[in-house]
C-alpha cells in the first residue's frame, strides 16, 4: 500500500545534533552513409515541453492555487551525488530543516537516489530479463549492504531504525528482486509489460533514499512526512518518459501534501516518479527529479524552487566517497570559474536541450508561466549564490560593429553563453531521427564558410558538433537578426580556421543560434573564439 506517512509524532528522549541509460545508437557508418542516414530534424523535448505546457494551461491554476494551503511553499531538490553517503544525507537533513526555520515557510524535500544506484537498478532490471537470477540476488545484496550501512549510521532511535530497515528489505525484495525476476521473457524486454516493471524497478533507489533522510529527521524529532511521490504526481503513462498530468497532479497535491503542509511538517517526497492513469509506477526519464521539484513547486505554487547539485569523487566499487568543491552553478564552458548568476526559461531550457547539465529539459514548463524562481546552488558551498532561472524581458544589445561584407553597422544581442554537443551524443541523447540532414543542413543555409566538400561530409559524420550559442532573444522573432549574428559568427570562425555551417532548418528558436563544425577539436576552437568575441560579458 501507497501511503504518506508521518515519521515522527513525539521526539525521543535524545536527539542527536536517472532509470534508463542513453541509448546505444550504431554509428559505426560512414560519412556518406551518414548523410544518407540522417533523414529528419526533430526537436523531441520542444515536442515534450509542449505537453506539459498545454496540461499545464487546460489545469489554468490561478496563483494561490491551492486553496486549502496556509503558508507560502519553497521546494528543494537534491540530486545523487547530494544524498550519495551517510554523511551526505545528514548534511541535506541540515539544509532542510535549516531553510524551514529560517524561512519561516513550507517545505518539500524532493529526493533523488543515491548516486549509483539507479546504474545498478538498471543491471539488475536487464539481469532479470535475462533470467539471470544469480546477478539479481547479487545486485540486491549489495544494495541492501549499502543502504543498511546508511540506516545504522543515520538513524539513532531504535523504532525509526526499525521501520526503516523493514522498508528497505520490502523495497529490495518486492519490487526489486521480485519484478526483476518475474520480467524474465524470450524477447529482447522491449514489451510493454517490461518497460512497466522496469519503471517499478528503478524507482527504488528514490524510495530508499527519501525515506532514510525521513527517517533520520524523525529520529532528530523534526516533523516530518515521507511522502512516496505516485500518490502525488500522475502521469500520461509512457513508460521510462512519461510526461505529468499538470491538472490531476494539482487535484492529488492538494489532498495529499497541503494536509501535511498546514501541519508543519516538513515533506520529504521521491523524485523521479509519478503514477501512470492505471495506478502504476512511471518514471519521468533519467534526470526526472529536477521536473518533479519544478512540478511541484508550480502546483504548490512555491515562491522558489531550489535544485541542489554538488561534484563527488568516488571509490573503485563505484561508490561516492565525498564531496568535493566544484559545481556551484551554471558556469561558461570556456570560463568554468565564472558561475552565471541569472539565466532566462528559455535559455536553460536551450543548454538543457543540448546537453549541458544544468537541469532535466523540461524542468521550466511547470514553473516559467507563473515566473516562479528556480535557483541552482551547490550542496557543500551553501552560502554560495549559485545560478537563478527566472523571467528576463531584455539582454543588454551591443554597440554593433561594421560587417566585412556590406559595410553595415550590426547591432545584436550578445549571446549569454555557448555550449556543444557532438552529432553522436545527441543521436544518443534524442534519437538518431532528430539529426538534421543532408537537405536540412545545406539547403540555403544561413551562413556557411566553406566549399570544401570534405567539411561538408564531416559536419554530417558522428564526430561532426553542433556548437549552440544560448542567448534570449538574440535570433529575434524573424530571420533577419538570425543571419546577421550567423554572418558575423561564420566570418569569426572563418578567421580562427574553423569550418562552419549555420543551417536554416535548424534554427527556429529565437533564444538559440546552432552551426556545426567537423570535430571536437574545432568544437573546443569555435567555442573559445566565440566566446571572447561575442559572449555578453557579466
Known amino acids: 500500500a501507497v501511503r504518506a506517512m508521518e515519521v515522527s509524532i513525539s521526539p525521543p528522549s535524545l536527539q542527536p545534533v536517472t532509470p534508463y541509460p542513453v541509448r546505444d545508437v550504431s554509428l559505426g557508418y560512414s560519412a556518406r552513409a551518414a548523410v544518407t542516414m540522417l533523414t529528419s530534424i526533430a526537436r523531441t523535448a520542444a515536442k515534450r515541453s509542449s505537453r506539459i505546457v498545454s496540461a499545464a494551461r487546460a489545469a489554468d491554476p490561478p496563483r494561490r492555487a491551492l486553496s486549502g494551503l496556509r503558508e507560502r511553499v519553497n521546494v528543494h531538490k537534491f540530486g545523487g551525488s547530494s544524498v550519495g553517503s551517510a554523511e551526505a544525507m545528514v548534511s541535506v537533513a541540515d539544509i532542510l530543516s535549516n531553510e524551514q526555520r529560517e524561512s519561516g515557510a513550507g517545505t518539500v524535500g524532493v529526493l533523488s537516489a543515491m548516486y549509483g544506484v539507479t546504474n545498478r537498478l538498471v543491471e539488475g532490471a536487464a539481469a532479470g530479463r535475462r533470467g539471470d537470477a544469480e546477478a539479481v540476488a547479487r545486485l540486491k545484496d549489495e544494495l ?3 543502504h543498511h550501512g546508511v540506516v ?8 525509526q531504525r526499525e521501520d526503516a530497515l523493514r522498508y528497505v528489505e520490502r523495497c529490495l525484495g518486492e519490487q526489486f528482486e521480485e519484478t526483476a525476476l518475474a520480467t524474465a521473457t ?3 524486454g522491449s514489451s510493454a509489460a517490461s518497460a512497466r516493471a522496469g519503471d517499478l524497478i528503478t524507482s527504488v533507489g528514490e524510495r530508499l533514499s527519501t525515506r532514510l533522510v525521513a527517517g533520520h529527521l524523525a529520529s532528530r524529532g523534526v516533523k516530518s512526512t515521507f511522502m512516496e511521490s505516485d500518490r502525488v504526481i500522475v502521469t500520461d503513462g509512457r513508460p521510462g518518459d512519461a510526461t505529468p498530468d499538470v491538472a490531476r497532479t494539482t487535484e492529488r497535491a492538494a489532498s495529499a501534501l497541503v494536509p501535511e503542509l498546514n501541519k508543519g511538517n516538513l515533506v520529504l517526497m521521491t523524485g523521479f516518479y ?5 495506478g502504476e509506477v512511471n518514471t519521468l526519464g533519467r534526470g526526472g527529479s529536477d521536473l518533479s521539484a519544478t512540478l511541484m513547486g508550480g502546483v504548490l505554487d512555491a515562491e522558489t524552487v531550489t535544485l541542489w ?3 563527488c569523487e568516488k571509490h573503485d566499487n563505484g561508490w561516492m566517497a565525498r564531496w568535493r568543491p566544484g559545481f556551484e552553478g551554471v558556469v561558461h564552458d570556456e570560463d568554468k570559474k565564472h558561475v552565471l548568476p541569472s539565466l532566462d526559461y528559455q ?3 536551450e543548454l538543457a536541450h543540448f546537453g549541458k547539465a544544468v537541469l532535466h ?12 524562481p528556480v535557483r541552482i546552488r551547490n550542496t557543500l558551498d551553501v552560502d554560495h549564490h549559485g545560478t537563478t532561472i527566472r523571467r528576463i524581458e531584455h539582454r543588454v544589445e551591443s554597440s554593433g560593429s561594421e560587417s566585412e561584407s556590406d559595410g553595415d553597422l550590426i547591432n545584436w544581442l550578445a549571446p549569454t553563453t ?3 554537443i557532438s552529432n553522436a551524443k545527441y543521436a544518443g541523447k534524442w534519437g538518431a531521427d532528430a539529426l538534421p540532414s543532408e537537405a536540412s543542413v545545406f539547403d540555403e543555409p544561413l551562413a556557411i564558410n566553406t566549399e570544401d566538400a570534405s567539411d561538408r561530409l564531416r559536419f554530417m559524420s558522428p564526430d561532426g558538433v553542433m556548437v549552440a550559442l544560448v542567448g534570449k532573444g538574440i535570433c529575434g522573432d524573424g530571420n533577419m537578426l538570425a543571419e546577421r549574428i550567423a554572418r558575423r559568427a561564420s566570418r569569426v570562425l572563418r578567421r580562427a580556421g574553423v569550418p562552419c555551417v549555420v543551417p536554416r532548418r535548424l534554427n527556429g528558436s529565437s533564444s538559440n543560434l546552432t552551426l556545426i563544425v567537423g570535430s571536437a577539436a574545432e568544437a573546443e576552437a569555435a567555442r573559445r573564439v566565440l566566446h571572447e568575441t561575442l559572449v555578453r560579458k557579466a
Open 309 to 311: 547539485k554538488v561534484e
Open 361 to 372: 529539459p523540461s524542468a521550466m514548463m511547470p514553473v516559467s508561466d507563473k515566473g516562479i
Open 186 to 188: 524470450a524477447d529482447d
Open 347 to 349: 535559455e536553460a531550457t
Open 144 to 146: 541492501w549492504t549499502v
Open 418 to 420: 555557448i555550449t556543444s
Open 152 to 159: 545504522h549510521d543515520i538513524i539513532d532511535d531504535q523504532e
Open 274 to 278: 509519478g503514477a501512470a492513469p492505471d
